[in-house]
Structures are given as structure tokens and as C-alpha cells.
T-cell receptor, first 118, second 113 residues
Framework: GAGVSQSPSNKVTEKGKDVELRCDPI?????LYWYRQSLGQGLEFLIY????????KSGLPSDRFSAERTGGSVSTLTIQRTQQEDSAVYLC????????????????FGPGTRLTVL | AQSVTQLGSHVSVSEGALVLLRCNYS??????LFWYVQYPNQGLQLLLK??????LVKGINGFEAEFKKSETSFHLTKPSAHMSDAAEYFC???????????FGAGTRLFVKA
């Protein structure tokens, strides 16, 4: 596709439910990132994939959060037993480089998924 | 550890006036620095980046930023603001071979007619 796409664009759920957020990166981009943007705050790094591997999961806020990437393409961020503090915009980005060059990469962002936990 | 501080969560300028958005970073290794812009209801897009070449970096839409190591700063400027510049601007830092991008809290720019 032409850009990074995310679905759904909006998700309203009840506290305690599980949610899945999807990211389709730009074709051919090996690096993929998830961020969380809370109201009035900057972007909080959650996780990075190089291909299907996530070398560092320490940014995930709790063990209720997990992410996977399959086929070096689509990624899913899953939040189990959602809490009200999980309400935020979840952003996905992708970039083209392998590990060695990723520090200088331009990241291309999707439009985000706005999650509201009631 | 790396960090980014953006001074001023909100900046308001008149159309045609100078835009100055401040960013200071902290890094124990040579940094790579970025400015991203987020227009209303849109995703973030890159304005410009510093990757250890020229210290004065020119970006899209007339923006530029200067890397000043002695001041640990990477302030964003534009000589003349336009109404279409109204957006939120984020400064970010990474390092060589690093995947973890640290973003500042953002500065929302308002442009008055």
C-alpha cells in the first residue's frame, strides 16, 4: 500500500475486555514500531520489530500488553483485560532499514487507533 | 539514557512572524535528532532530521533546525509563519544502531491571522 494503515480507527470497549489493534506497514519495510500517545503527552515507545522479531519488549506497560508480527508484515497489538488508563491513541510506524541503519531511519506513521475504555 | 525536552507545550505566533520551537536533548552517545509534525486528524510526518552530517538541516515547508552540541539543542525555526503551519510538533532522538526513539511531549503551534 501507499502508506501505513491501522485498524480500527476507533475502538470503544468496556473495562476488562480484550482488544486487538492491527497495523499494516509499508510494503518492504522491515522495521515496525508501536507507540502510545496519551492526551497531552508525547509518544511513548512500546515495542519494535525487526522482521518478525522483537529484540526489546521492555517498553510494554504491563504483561497485559503483547504484540506479534507475522510474515515480516502485519502486526497486532493485543491488550488483555483493558483498564481505563489504557485509553489513548495507539500509533504504528514502519521504516525500511535493517538493524544497523535503523537509528537514522525516517519512520512513516499510520493514522492511529483511538482506544476508549469505558 | 536519552531524553528530549521541548520547552513550551503551546506557542502562539502571528502570521508572518518567526517560528521558534525549542528542543533540548540529553544523550551519552552522539545523537540522531528528528522533528516530526502532526497536523489535525493526521499521522505524524517527518519535517527534518540530523544524522551527523551538516549541523544546519533544512526540511519541508521552509522549516530548518540547527544542531548545537555545546548547547545540546536542536531548535526548529521558520522565518515566516503561515496559517497552514498550525499543528503539533515533536522533537525526537535516537542513536547509532538504536531502534528506540524517544519523543518529546510536543509543542502545539497556533498561528494567528
Amino acid at each position: 500500500g501507499a502508506g501505513v494503515s491501522q485498524s480500527p480507527s476507533n475502538k470503544v470497549t468496556e473495562k476488562g475486555k480484550d482488544v486487538e489493534l492491527r497495523c499494516d506497514p509499508i510494503s518492504g519495510h522491515t522495521a515496525l514500531y508501536w507507540y502510545r500517545q496519551s492526551l497531552g503527552q508525547g509518544l511513548e515507545f512500546l515495542i519494535y520489530f525487526q522482521g518478525n522479531s522483537a529484540p526489546d519488549k521492555s517498553g510494554l506497560p504491563s504483561d497485559r500488553f503483547s504484540a506479534e508480527r507475522t510474515g515480516g508484515s502485519v502486526s497486532t497489538l493485543t491488550i488483555q483485560r483493558t483498564q481505563q488508563e489504557d485509553s489513548a491513541v495507539y500509533l504504528c510506524a514502519s521504516s525500511r532499514s535493517s538493524q544497523a541503519g535503523v537509528g537514522t531511519d525516517t519512520q512513516y506513521f499510520g493514522p492511529g487507533t483511538r482506544l476508549t475504555v469505558l | 539514557a536519552q531524553s528530549v525536552t521541548q520547552l513550551g507545550s503551546h506557542v502562539s505566533v502571528s502570521e508572518g512572524a518567526l517560528v521558534l520551537l525549542r528542543c533540548n536533548y540529553s544523550s551519552s552517545v552522539p545523537p540522531y535528532l528528528f522533528w516530526y509534525v502532526q497536523y489535525p486528524n493526521q499521522g505524524l510526518q517527518l519535517l527534518l532530521k540530523y544524522t551527523s552530517a551538516a549541523t544546519l538541516v533544512k526540511g519541508i515547508n521552509g522549516f530548518e533546525a540547527e544542531f548545537k552540541k555545546s548547547e545540546t539543542s536542536f531548535h526548529l525555526t521558520k522565518p515566516s509563519a503561515h496559517m497552514s503551519d498550525a499543528a503539533e510538533y515533536f522533537c525526537a532522538v535516537t542513536r547509532d544502531g538504536g531502534f528506540k526513539t524517544i519523543f518529546g511531549a510536543g509543542t502545539r503551534l497556533f498561528v494567528k491571522a
